[in-house]
C-alpha cells in the first residue's frame, strides 16, 4: 500500500503570516492550469490567487490541489466582487440550455455573499451601485460574508480530510494550516463615472474589514481596481491616495485595467510607478497583473515596497476588467530577450535572428536553456523548435495550437518567468540588453515588434539616472 504524503508544516498561526508568501504571483485561472503549477513547476512561483467564483464551483477540487497537490502552497482568494457592478450579460451563461441566467459559479458567490447583491442581481435585475452600501449594517454583513468566505471555505471543505486529521493529531488547527495568507477586502472598479461614489465604498468596505480582520489577527489587503485614465488622472490619483492612507492597510493589490506594459506609453508606465510609489508609503504592493518591467522595478529598487507581481497562464500579464474573449487562441513562443509572447512564426524569424538556429550551443546562448527547451532542441533547433507552433484546424478549417503545442509553450513560459523572478540583474545591464534586443530584432519583427524595448529602457534609464 502506497505511504500517504501530507503536505509540509507551514507556520500558519494566526497573526504570524506576512500577506503574501513572495515576490512571484500566479493566478489559479481553470482546473486546465494545474498541470503547469505542480511537479517541477511547483518550485517556479511562490504564491497561488484563486479567483473566488472558481473556488465556489469547484471547491473540493481546489482545496485539495492546494492542500495536498500544491504541497499547502500559500493562497490568496480574490472575492471577485467588483463583477456584481458591471452589466449583468457578463455573469450571464452564453449555453443555448441556460443563455440568459446567472452562472453557477456567480450564484453560488450571490448566495455567499448575500446582501445588497441578492436583491440587486437577482430581484432588482440590475449591477450594484454606490446607494446600495447607502447602510452601513448592509455592508458590514456583507463585508462579513465576503471576507468568511475567504477564510472557511478551504478549511471547511478539508475537515475530514487525511490532512486535517494529521493536523489535528499534532495540535495544529485546520483553519490556521489552511488559511489565505491575507483577506481581501470587498472592492469595486474604480473609473470616471462616479469615481469618487465608488471610492467612499471601496474605503468604507476596507475601514469595516479592517475592524473585523483585527479581532481574527488577519492582515487586511485593500485592492485597488483602476482604469487608465484615473492612472493618469493626478488629481483622481491623490485623492485615491489621500483616501486609502485613512485605511492603512497591510497590503495593496494594484490592478490597472487592460495596461500591457509592451504597449504602455511611458507616461503610463511612469504613473504605475508612481502610484506604485505613493501607495507603498501607506503598505507594500502587489502589482495583480504584471510583466517583466513590473518585475525590474520591484527587483531594481525603483519601486522599493513594490513585493509581488502576478500573472496567470492563460491570459498572462494584462487583464480587462470587463473581459472580451471569443476566437481560436494562437500558437506563441515567450521569447526571453524580448519578454514578451511572439506568434510562431515571428518567434522563428527572432531566432535565425540572433543566431539561435544552427547550432544547439548558439540556441542556448542567444534564445533559451530552459528545461523545456532543453527537452525539444536536442540536435536541430531550426527544424526541432516547430515543436513550439504545432497546429491543427478546426472543422471549419481555422487554425489553433495542438494540445501538445499549447503544453510546451506554457511550461516554457513558467521556467522563463522564474528566471526573470529569480534573477537580479542591474537597471544597467537591463536597459543595456533591452537596447541591444531591439537593435537585433527591430529589422525582422518592425518597429512596432521591439517597441516596448525603447520605452522601457528610457524609463528605467531615467529612473537610474535619478537614483
Not at 483602476?226 to 497591510?250: G, R, W
Request: glycine share 6%; charged share 25%.
Amino acid at each position: 500500500m502506497d505511504k500517504k504524503v501530507y503536505p509540509k508544516k507551514q507556520t500558519r498561526r494566526s497573526g504570524s503570516m506576512k500577506p503574501i508568501a513572495g515576490f512571484h504571483l500566479v493566478r489559479f485561472g481553470t482546473a486546465a492550469d494545474q498541470k503547469f503549477l505542480l511537479g517541477s513547476l511547483l518550485a517556479t512561483y511562490d504564491q497561488l490567487i484563486v479567483n473566488a467564483n472558481i473556488m465556489a464551483y469547484m471547491t473540493s477540487a481546489i482545496a485539495m490541489f492546494i492542500s495536498t497537490k500544491a504541497k499547502n502552497k500559500p493562497y490568496i482568494i480574490d472575492p471577485q466582487t467588483h463583477a456584481f457592478q458591471h452589466d449583468l450579460s457578463l455573469i450571464e451563461s452564453q449555453s443555448e440550455k441556460s443563455k440568459g441566467q446567472i452562472k453557477k459559479s456567480i450564484k453560488k458567490l450571490i448566495d455567499a455573499f448575500g446582501e445588497p447583491v441578492e436583491t440587486s442581481i437577482l430581484n432588482k435585475k440590475r449591477p450594484l451601485i454606490p446607494k446600495d452600501f447607502k447602510d452601513s449594517s448592509v455592508t458590514r454583513g456583507f463585508c462579513q460574508r465576503v471576507i468568511n468566505f475567504q477564510l472557511e471555505t478551504v478549511s471547511r471543505e478539508l475537515e475530514g480530510s487525511d490532512a486535517a486529521k494529521y493536523y489535528r493529531y499534532i495540535g495544529l488547527k485546520v483553519s490556521d494550516m489552511f488559511s489565505p495568507t491575507t483577506i481581501v477586502a470587498p472592492y469595486f472598479y474604480l473609473f470616471e463615472s462616479e469615481f469618487k461614489k465608488w471610492l467612499q465604498v471601496n474605503v468604507m468596505c476596507s475601514k469595516i474589514s479592517k475592524k473585523i480582520l483585527k479581532a481574527k489577527k488577519k492582515p487586511l489587503a485593500s485592492q485597488i481596481v483602476i482604469s487608465q485614465d484615473i492612472l493618469i488622472d493626478n488629481e483622481k490619483i491623490d485623492m485615491l491616495v489621500e483616501e486609502y492612507a485613512k485605511v492603512k492597510p497591510d497590503i495593496f493589490l494594484l490592478w490597472v485595467d487592460d495596461l500591457y506594459e509592451q504597449d504602455a506609453s511611458a507616461i503610463k508606465l511612469e504613473a504605475l510607478i508612481n502610484l506604485i510609489n505613493r501607495l507603498g508609503q501607506i503598505a507594500p504592493v502587489a502589482n495583480l497583473y504584471g510583466g517583466f518591467f513590473s518585475v525590474a522595478l520591484g527587483k531594481s529598487g525603483i519601486t522599493p515596497n513594490l513585493v509581488g507581481v502576478a500573472h496567470s497562464l492563460e491570459y498572462g500579464e494584462y487583464r480587462g476588467v470587463v473581459p472580451v474573449g471569443g476566437g481560436f487562441p494562437a500558437a506563441k513562443f515567450y521569447f526571453p530577450q524580448l519578454h514578451t509572447r511572439l506568434l510562431f512564426r515571428d518567434a522563428l524569424r527572432a531566432l535565425r535572428a540572433v543566431g539561435g538556429s544552427k547550432t544547439i550551443t548558439g540556441y542556448y546562448k542567444t534564445v533559451c536553456s530552459c528545461k523545456m527547451c532543453k527537452d525539444i532542441i536536442k540536435n536541430n533547433p531550426e527544424s526541432e523548435f516547430k515543436e513550439y507552433g504545432e497546429m491543427k484546424h478546426s472543422a471549419k478549417g481555422k487554425p489553433y495550437p495542438a494540445t501538445e503545442t499549447k503544453n510546451k509553450t506554457v511550461t516554457h513560459y513558467m521556467w522563463c518567468k522564474k528566471r526573470e523572478y529569480h534573477n537580479t540583474p542591474t537597471i544597467k545591464e537591463i536597459v543595456r540588453n533591452l537596447n541591444k534586443t531591439k537593435g537585433t530584432l527591430e529589422k525582422v519583427l518592425g518597429p512596432d515588434g521591439v517597441r516596448h524595448c525603447i520605452v522601457w529602457a528610457k524609463v528605467l534609464n531615467q529612473h537610474f539616472k535619478l537614483k
